[in-house]
């Protein structure tokens, strides 16, 4: 299998109501805004959020679940950025629920195990009301949780 060439991020978060999906539809956005190809996935079997990545972008959002698809389907599904990999110049994935959250109390599925299936870099979202320097031992806390988080930056979300 060929690697998967061109740039993406996954849009992630220690939990569901982050911010995430307004902040992915803003990325996707800009991105297009930019004159880029911009392809959309998301994590898990969720329907609702695809359907605003689609508003944003014109263009269907694809959905990343490695229980449903396997490991190889959810890689060349990246790929291909979405069926157009000669067009593809850009990939945003978002997350599911908490960075490290899947099934059954495991990893099996998260945005973690996407991240590491398709060595993409992660984003982290966090929203840090009433934090200071607690927020730094969180966010290391989460990105040294599991061995190669591949978590690269962070966006603080409403300061």
Partial sequence: MKSISFPRCIIASPASGSGKTVLTMGILRALQNKGLDVHSYKCGPDYIDPMFHKRVLGIPCRNLDPYLMGTETVCMEVMNGNDKS???????????????????????????????????????????????????????????????????????NRC
């Fill in 86 to 156: 000669d067009e593809a110049q850009i990939a945003v994935i978002e997350g599911v629920m908490g960075f490290y959250d899947g099934i059954a109390g495991t990893t099996d599925n998260s945005a973690y195990t996407i991240a590491r299936m398709t060595d993409t870099p992660v984003i982290l979202i966090i929203s840090p009301s009433g934090q200071s320097i607690t927020l730094s031992a969180m966010i290391k806390g989460i990105q040294d949780y599991e061995p190669n988080s591949n978590i690269t930056g962070v966006i603080l």
